[in-house]
Nanobody
Framework: VQLQASGGGLVQTGGCLRL?????????????MGWFRQAPGKEREFVAT????????YYAESVKGRFTISQGSDNNMVYLRMNNLKPEDTAHYYC????????????????????WGKGTQVTVSS
């Protein structure tokens, strides 16, 4: 599964962005999708995940209520809508695909993911 993230940019505090992840081939297998982020000097951290069916979603506490993960009808596009952005959201954002057993399964750990995109930079100015 080749992944390509886009949609990052520079926004002010309180602004919003929508990240997109192109995942052609995802529909050919059973993959949960996730978004992770990594800020300079910090470890990569989990942001959100969505099941193959799209019916289960989980978020990091730090983004819950502000970020929304979704996917296209053909499962080959995954989105991350980010509202009320804060300077601490500044990071390089990656989308990833995890082969899972069930269509309702999600994946919260980076080690569960088999494929990673190159990511897109999000910078939130104060």
């Amino acid at each position: 599964v080749q992944l390509q993230a886009s949609g990052g940019g520079l926004v002010q505090t309180g602004g919003c962005l929508r990240l997109s992840c192109s995942a052609p081939g995802r529909s050919a297998g059973n993959y949960a999708m996730g978004w992770f982020r990594q800020a300079p000097g910090k470890e990569r951290e989990f942001v959100a995940t969505i099941s193959w069916r799209g019916d289960r979603k989980y978020y990091a506490e730090s983004v819950k209520g502000r970020f929304t993960i979704s996917q296209g009808s053909d499962n080959n596009m995954v989105y991350l809508r980010m509202n009320n952005l804060k300077p601490e959201d500044t990071a390089h954002y990656y989308c990833a695909a995890a082969r899972v057993f069930g269509v309702h399964d999600t994946a919260l750990l980076a080690t569960q993911y088999n494929f990673w995109g190159k990511g897109t930079q999000v910078t939130v100015s104060s």
